[in-house]
Every structure is written in structure tokens, then in C-alpha cells.
């Protein structure tokens, strides 16, 4: 992305208003994770689809990965409380030209694809027992 971009990529999410500019990086990394998890990580650099359902995934995932406990309080602050809102911020990004989509791709292929309750409020934390 060449400085004129990012000026603009940072001004429609600033116009936006809804996300800040860190939900977006978070998106972005959790494309390139998704995108790993499904087709390794030596494939070949050419786009990849995946769907609303596998990248909602992918960044429940990443978020568990990262913050653990703390991935719902993260997410909340960004105000991300369901994976609508994760369609939300791709579709704007769809929109402004800065990601690609299927035909079939829609902003509803997000809708409920898990509770964030169930998918973030239990987190436990898995003990490694040998180690103890």
C-alpha cells in the first residue's frame, strides 16, 4: 500500500467511525492466518477466497491466540461484540476497493456464524499436565 493509499484506507475508516484503526490490522492479520489454516503456508501468494464463516474462525482463532481471556474485552473495545460486525468491517473494505469478493460473497455470510458468549466468555486455559 503506497502512502497515498493508506491516506485514504486511514480517512474511510476514520469517516466510518465505527471501528478503529487496530480492529483493521486485526483483520488483516486474521486474513493471512485463515488464509494459512486452510491452504498452508507454502501456498502461493495469488488471492485466496475463504468464506465469512472460515474467516470469522480464523480471527476467533487469532484473538484466543492472542489475548486469551481477554480476547472478548479486546474485541468489545473495538466495538466488535458479533461476527456481523467482523462482514461489517470487510465489506466496507469490499467497498472502498482495498479487498476482493466473490459474486456469492455477501455481508450476511458473517451473520451468526458463533455466539461470542460461547466462543470467548468461557475460556479456559488449557494446562499442559506433563509439565506440572
Not at 45 to 60: A, I, K, N, S
Request: charged share 35%; glycine share 8%.
Amino acid at each position: 500500500m503506497d502512502m497515498e493509499q493508506a491516506e485514504r484506507f486511514e480517512e474511510i475508516i476514520r469517516d466510518d467511525g465505527r471501528y478503529p484503526p487496530e480492529a483493521y490490522t486485526f483483520l488483516h492479520r486474521g486474513l493471512e492466518a485463515t488464509t494459512q489454516m486452510i491452504y498452508g503456508e507454502d501456498a502461493p501468494p495469488e488471492p485466496r477466497h475463504v468464506t465469512g464463516q472460515q474467516y470469522c474462525d480464523g480471527l476467533r482463532r487469532l484473538a484466543l491466540q492472542q489475548w486469551g481471556p481477554l480476547a472478548s474485552e479486546v474485541l468489545s473495545r473495538w466495538n466488535i461484540r458479533s461476527t456481523r460486525d467482523f462482514g461489517e468491517m470487510v465489506f466496507l473494505l469490499v467497498r472502498e476497493g482495498f479487498m476482493g469478493k466473490q459474486d456469492s460473497d455477501r455481508v450476511e455470510d458473517f451473520d451468526d456464524a458463533y455466539d461470542f458468549e460461547s466462543a470467548f466468555g468461557s475460556y479456559e486455559i488449557q494446562l499442559d499436565r506433563d509439565n506440572e
